[in-house]
């Protein structure tokens, strides 16, 4: 038996936070996987299914996000289970929006629900952290996620959800490089920056004059003047050069 927690707060008007990304992957997997209906145990709404031949638990606890710990150790005590066999998956503001990491243990990086479920269930557990994006200033952090994603973030977040629920069995086999590798290729398209042929053209650098001297410059060279060969003009500049 596995466990499959994805961190949120319930009730509608929390739906679509940035905050409740986990409980989307939750509800991601149920739907790929035919998981059965959702029905309330643990203090938490879930579900059960097989992914890949390894029974599964999906959980959404209902206990608020900081109490999440509460719920979680609950479901573990109750299946004589360890944090070997929890997945949490969580949004995360350290990362760029639609990028994915995966790691087993660590600290709680300023997560509520994390650090409940440090309190309750150990560290030892793997770790699905979802980006959501840093606002940039502390003082913003609140507002960002417990706001809902925008229309703008539909493509890479339905893309992210889709490729999270699709391999889940490499998650279930321990496989997480392979996970991340798989759900990193999947919104390449949608998180891909702007390409070369996208970029608007650039003007080609105007070619420079080519170099003359200063004497050049302040003083160009004229046609020579042609003297004349014969009559009374020529007779008296060969007298005046010597040349008669």
């Known amino acids: 038996m596995l466990v499959f927690a994805g961190l949120g707060n319930p009730g509608a008007k929390y739906a679509n936070n940035r905050h409740n990304v986990g409980?989307?992957?939750a509800d991601a997997i149920a739907r790929r996987h035919s998981f059965s209906p959702?029905?309330?145990k643990f203090r938490a709404e879930i579900a059960e299914g097989r992914i890949d031949g390894a029974r599964v638990l999906l959980l959404k606890p209902q206990t608020f996000m900081n109490l999440s710990g509460q719920s979680v150790g609950e479901a573990l005590r109750f299946y004589k289970l360890d944090a070997a066999a929890l997945t949490v998956f969580y949004d995360e503001l350290d990362l760029a929006p639609g990028k994915v990491r995966v790691k087993i243990g660590g600290g709680a990086g300023g997560h509520?629900?994390?650090r409940s479920i440090d309190e309750?269930?150990?560290r030892d557990y793997r770790r699905v952290r979802i980006g959501i994006g840093?606002?940039?200033v502390r003082e913003m952090v609140h507002g960002h996620v417990l706001g809902d994603f925008a229309k703008a973030d539909g493509p890479w977040l339905d893309a992210l959800l889709d490729a999270v629920a699709a391999n889940a069995g490499m998650l279930a086999n321990g496989d997480d490089n392979g996970f991340?590798?798989?759900v990193t290729l999947a919104l390449r398209d949608t998180l891909q920056?702007?390409?070369d042929d996208d970029r608007p053209p650039q003007r080609a650098p105007r070619e420079a004059p080519k170099a003359q001297s200063h004497i050049r410059q302040a003083r160009p060279q004229k046609p020579a003047v042609k003297l004349p060969e014969s009559g009374p003009m020529a007779e008296m500049?060969?007298?005046?050069?010597g040349k008669g």
């Not at 500049?237 to 050069?241: F, V, Y």
């Open 112 to 114: 509520n629900g994390i």
């Open 23 to 25: 409980f989307m992957a």
């Open 180 to 182: 991340m590798n798989r």
């Open 38 to 40: 959702w029905s309330k």
């Open 193 to 195: 920056p702007i390409s």
């Open 120 to 122: 309750h269930c150990g």
């Open 237 to 241: 500049l060969r007298k005046l050069l």
């Open 134 to 136: 840093h606002p940039g």
